[in-house]
Each structure stands twice: as structure tokens, then as C-alpha cells.
């Protein structure tokens, strides 16, 4: 697994964060299966500050998903898909309107959360299909990161 790691004495705070060649391993499976399916996508990768990483729009692709794969990168650095977050916060009206005003992110789903050895260590976006095309294609990168 493709990782970085910052840390600068024991009695500090250490953490890890996706690397811009695992990233881009996230986002050229992405495309690869994209293109399999016939689909036009964009793929955003953020680190776990919600910083992008690596990022392609497809030829073809609306420049929409330009933002909208970041903000749902975005918002899967909550823990959950995008989607997921949206469902679970349908019964929570507060919560739902904080999430939804923060900016930068967004609860359509085709966000998911990148976890190596169970830490959060970034996030990837998916969109400009369907929310099932947009999961399902997000779904196979990550298993790109798999060694």
C-alpha cells in the first residue's frame, strides 16, 4: 500500500496520508474501468485534510465533476461513503443542514473513504454516471490499492 507517513518525535502527532503514486494508482483504475463500462467520469483523490492528490476528467466527462468528485471525496473523509453519510443523516435535520452548508462537500453518493491497516488515509470521488456507476467504479480502484 502506497502511503506516506510524517512524524516528527514520539511525543508528537503522527500520521499517514495516501501518497501521490497510490492516489494515482486510485485514479488510473478508475479511469481504466470507466472506460471499460463506457462511462465518462471524473476521479478526485483527496489526502485526509481533504487536499487533492491526484484528479482526471475524462474526455467527455461535464466539468461539473470537477468539484463535485472533491466535495464527495470530501465528505467520505467523515468515515462513510458520501451517500452513506446523506442516508444516515436523513433523520437528523441539524446535522444534515451543518453538512450541507460547510461547502466543499457534498452527499451524492460515488465518495468513499481509503483506509490502510484501519486508519483513514484519504478518500476518492467518483462522479458523472450514475450513483451505482459512480460506487461500483470507486469501489474497483480502491481494490488497486490492494498489494
Not at 474501468?33 to 471524473?42: K, P
Not at 466539468?63 to 437528523?92: C, F, H, P, W, Y
Not at 453538512?99 to 458523472?128: C, E, F, H
Amino acid at each position: 500500500m502506497s502511503m506516506g507517513t510524517n512524524s516528527t518525535s514520539e511525543n508528537t502527532v503522527s500520521y499517514t496520508q495516501i501518497s501521490a503514486a497510490g492516489a494515482q494508482r486510485l485514479v488510473d483504475a478508475a479511469v481504466a474501468e470507466a472506460a471499460q463500462r463506457g462511462l465518462a467520469l471524473g476521479v478526485a483523490v483527496v489526502d485526509t485534510e481533504g487536499m487533492l492528490k491526484a484528479f482526471a476528467r475524462m474526455d467527455g466527462a461535464p466539468a461539473i465533476v470537477i468539484e463535485a468528485t472533491q466535495a464527495k471525496a470530501r465528505a467520505a473523509l467523515m468515515g462513510l461513503g458520501s451517500g452513506e453519510l446523506g442516508q444516515m443523516m436523513l433523520d437528523n435535520l441539524p446535522n444534515l443542514v451543518s453538512v450541507a452548508t460547510l461547502g466543499g462537500m457534498t452527499l451524492l453518493g460515488g465518495g468513499l473513504p481509503i483506509r490502510a491497516d484501519g486508519r483513514l488515509i484519504g478518500a476518492i470521488g467518483v462522479g458523472g454516471a450514475s450513483t451505482e456507476d459512480d460506487l461500483t467504479v470507486a469501489e474497483v480502484a480502491l481494490k488497486a490499492l490492494i498489494p
